[in-house]
């Protein structure tokens, strides 16, 4: 057990920092969460949580909930944009279970984020609280809030996201890197009784279409990735229209077709990363999630490396003790590698997956066709197999700036 005079100060209250959050709590660390929304809630629509990450869950005891509200969806079906022509199929559901000790949940985001905020103390979660400034002596940080409230802690972890208030106050304005558009959104699955139920993502040119069922069946989640030039919006997420996300999709197989004719509102959002950095940690401060490692969804990681991030640096604290620098850099020095190697090749997926036909496409899809790329289980044991609690420090294989 960890010594309860130790402070956690969270500064975000998403999917990562309340896992962080309970995780710590569970450990015997006094945690406080500091969220800059008046609600704790969560935007967007499917989150996939693979066996790496919902592992970790179990061991917090909320495997129970989490089977309840999921959707295990049987298969991870990848096709050809046109004619339908299956390029991978992956077995999940029990399979995978099987396979790496741990399920496969696909959830809505706001099912899930409700699900983590159960178990933190309502008493330990401080809403409307915006940071807008941060400072440490080797002692202490200090974090002061819009609301001119001032707090001081022992650590100071940043989970604010990929427009992390931390991040920027530690590295000054960065500007993300944008991957493409996205069109979002949710059908009944009244309306979409006779697409099949597994998770399935059409390939093609410039762009591609997936959908899976989240809230244990309720509803189809579709998303479609269109590349652009750049995104011009100053929001990152606003209404869209289902007649341009008709047109972005013409020519592509029936299915897809069956399930635009099923929309009847879409979001579109601006997908964005930021390249690997060499350090997020700063003394008694560090960063975990989208604040220190945001990626594209294309190896479907972005939540399930934050829930590795908040295993990782309760091991770090309970294993230092009082020595909280030295904890947050051993977990700085067992996570970076690992989260940049998923970043680098989620961004290698964008242009997997979007190939132009032609030479390089056939070779991609025979490639695809001999289980030679991620979803297959040899192929994918390095993420899906890791213990995030097992503080590993070796070498990993990462192309990281400045190393």
């Known amino acids: ?129 915006r940071c807008i400034g941060i400072e440490q002596d080797g002692k202490k940080v200090r974090a002061r809030f819009e609301n001119e409230t001032e707090i001081e802690a022992d650590v100071l972890i940043a989970a604010d996201g990929i427009f992390s208030a931390v991040r920027r106050a530690l590295l000054g304005t960065e500007r993300p890197r944008f991957a493409c558009r996205a069109y ?46 750049d995104w011009i919006s100053e929001s990152w997420t606003e209404p869209g229209k289902v007649s341009d996300l008709r047109a972005a999709y013409e020519g592509f197989h029936p299915q897809v077709q069956k399930v635009i004719d099923a929309v009847d509102e879409t979001f579109i959002w601006a997908v964005l990363d930021r390249p690997p950095i060499p350090r997020w940690t700063f003394g008694r401060i560090t960063m975990l999630g989208d604040a220190c490692h945001p990626m594209i969804p294309f190896m479907g990681q972005g939540g399930a490396m934050a829930i590795e991030d908040a295993a990782a640096i309760t091991a770090a604290l309970a294993q230092c003790g009082d020595d909280v620098e030295a904890a947050l850099k051993l977990y ?8 940049a190697r998923v970043q680098n090749v989620s961004w290698e997926n964008l242009t997997r997956f979007h190939m132009p036909d032609g030479p390089a496409q056939v070779e991609r899809d025979a490639a695809m066709a001999k289980g030679m790329t991620d979803w297959s289980y040899k192929h994918i044991a390095w993420l899906y197999g890791h213990d995030a609690a097992i503080l590993d420090p070796s070498p990993q294989v990462a192309q990281i700036p400045g190393h």
């Open 184 to 229: 979002r959104g949710l059908i009944p699955v009244e309306k979409v009784r006779d697409i099949p139920p597994e998770s399935t993502a059409f390939l093609g040119p410039g762009r591609h279409f997936i959908h899976y069922f989240v809230s244990a069946g309720r509803m189809l989640n579709f998303v479609g990735h269109v590349e652009q030039e």
């Open 332 to 339: 700085e020095t067992v996570r970076l590698p690992r989260t």
């Open 1 to 129: 057990m960890a010594p309860r005079n130790i402070s956690v100060a969270i500064v975000g209250g998403g999917i990562g920092g309340l896992t962080a959050a309970i995780s710590l709590l569970q450990a015997g660390f006094d945690v406080q969460v500091y969220e800059q929304s008046r609600l704790l809630s969560e935007v967007g629509a499917g989150i996939n949580i693979s066996p790496n990450a919902s592992r970790i869950l179990n061991w917090l005891g909320l495997g129970e909930e989490c089977a309840r509200v999921a959707y295990r969806s049987p298969f991870f079906h990848q096709r050809r944009w046109d004619d339908g022509r299956t390029l991978t199929k992956a077995r999940l559901a029990t399979d995978i279970e099987d396979e790496f000790g741990a399920p496969h949940h696909i959830f809505h985001r706001g099912e899930l984020h409700a699900l983590l905020a159960k178990p933190v103390p309502r008493e330990r979660v401080h809403l409307s609280h």
